[in-house]
């Protein structure tokens, strides 16, 4: 675990530095990706199953279709205890849903405003998992693969 924590730090430190000091937004995005989900989420997206980490590779954009979902994905718990501001935390979650979303990004998709992200983020659901597995029943229900 500690061998982990130093590989991802060390490149977080790398996509710092090469990013430059005006670095995108895009940029700052993958940086804050790897610094604060990526241990969880693992740097491909596809979580750890056995730790209840459910992936987001090719489903995170089904969130998007309901409006308890698109606010769910500012209220995990990383995202929450992360320290970031909310231009950077609808920023990260800007960058996870184009990285990863593939075929399940809405054609109509907005991206999460900095507004948004702090309104969603004043709502805290008391259980993460029981939120989740309730948005993804209602995405099941209505015939989206998730897992």
């Known amino acids: 675990m500690r061998a982990a924590r130093i590989l991802i730090a060390s ?14 937004f895009e940029e700052q995005g993958h940086l804050d990706y790897v610094l604060h989900c990526s241990g969880c989420h693992k740097p491909d997206g596809y979580g750890v199953a056995s730790g209840g980490i459910p992936p987001i590779t090719g489903q995170v954009g089904y969130f998007l279709t309901l409006p308890e979902g698109r606010a769910f994905l500012m209220q995990v718990s990383g995202l929450l205890t992360a320290g970031l501001s909310d231009e950077r935390a609808a920023g990260v979650t800007n960058w996870m849903i184009r990285r990863y979303a593939g075929p399940s990004l809405p054609k109509d998709f907005l991206p999460i405003t900095a507004e948004e992200a702090r309104r969603y983020r004043l ?12 948005i993804a029943a209602k995405l099941m229900a209505a015939g989206y693969p998730i897992r």
């Open 11 to 24: 490149l977080g430190l790398h996509l710092a530095a090469t990013a430059g000091a005006a670095g995108t």
């Open 123 to 134: 709502e805290r659901p008391a259980d993460v998992s029981a939120a989740r597995n309730a």
